[in-house]
Structures are given as structure tokens and as C-alpha cells.
């Protein structure tokens, strides 16, 4: 099992950067498969970005070239490198946690996770 918590989130201006941070609790960090998903109001939960246990990134088309998912597995937290933030960027952004059959597996639908954190905002304003 593992406890997720996000932190990062904030008000920033369209073009500027922002960079989430999720920090895990457990020993067995490091045998979770990690994503990032996002929530704007109305809408359902969407798949942002993932990292495999091995490594391996995935992205969805709308961040590709902008956005960065990273883990420092020592630090048992996985971050989100935001850059060139959009209005449509806006969202409550939810960090997760699988723990996958294979280490090269990273989903990219919400039933896939098991373990969610409780979000933090992202404003952007144009």
C-alpha cells in the first residue's frame, strides 16, 4: 500500500512553468507504476502522464513537448515538469499509483491505479 501526497499546484500566468511534486509513503515506492491525471469542472478525470517502474514515460498528445514526468525513487516521489503552461492547462491534477504485472507497463486510464492522492489546483490565467 501506499499514501500519495501532492504538492506544487498554483496560480501562474499562460506561458510560465509550474513543477508538481507527489511524495509517497512506503517502502515499495519504487515497484509502483506512476501517473499523473488531471480534472477540470464538468469534465471527466484525464490521463496526463506516466512512468513505468523501469523508467519508461508516456504522454498524453495535448502535454507531449511540455510536459516532463520524472521519479527519484530515493526520495520516494514522482514529479511533474510543467512548461509552457496553457488556460486549458487548468485543472485539479491527481498524482496515482499501480502496481503493475510488468515493470514496463504504464497505464493511462484511471481504473489501472489503485492509489490517489487528493489533488492540488492548477490555475492558469491567459
Known amino acids: 500500500q501506499v499514501q500519495l501526497q501532492e504538492s506544487g499546484g498554483g496560480l501562474v500566468q499562460a506561458g510560465d512553468s509550474l513543477r508538481l511534486s507527489c511524495a509517497g509513503s512506503?517502502?515499495?515506492?519504487?515497484?509502483?507504476?506512476m501517473g499523473w491525471f488531471r480534472q477540470a469542472p464538468g469534465k471527466e478525470r484525464e490521463f496526463v502522464a506516466g512512468?513505468?517502474?523501469?523508467?519508461?514515460?508516456y504522454y498524453a498528445d495535448s502535454v507531449k513537448g511540455r510536459f516532463t514526468i520524472s521519479r527519484d525513487n530515493a526520495k520516494n516521489t514522482v514529479y511533474l515538469q510543467m512548461n509552457t503552461l496553457k488556460p486549458e492547462d487548468t485543472s485539479v491534477y491527481y498524482c496515482?499509483?499501480?502496481?503493475?504485472?510488468?515493470?514496463?507497463?504504464?497505464?493511462?486510464?484511471?481504473?489501472?491505479?489503485?492509489?490517489w492522492g487528493q489533488g492540488t489546483q492548477v490555475t492558469v490565467s491567459s
Open positions: 496515482a499509483a499501480d502496481f503493475p504485472l510488468l515493470d514496463t507497463i504504464v497505464g493511462v486510464t484511471a481504473k489501472q491505479y489503485d492509489y
Open positions: 512506503g517502502r515499495t515506492f519504487s515497484r509502483f507504476a
Open positions: 512512468i513505468s517502474v523501469r523508467g519508461s514515460t
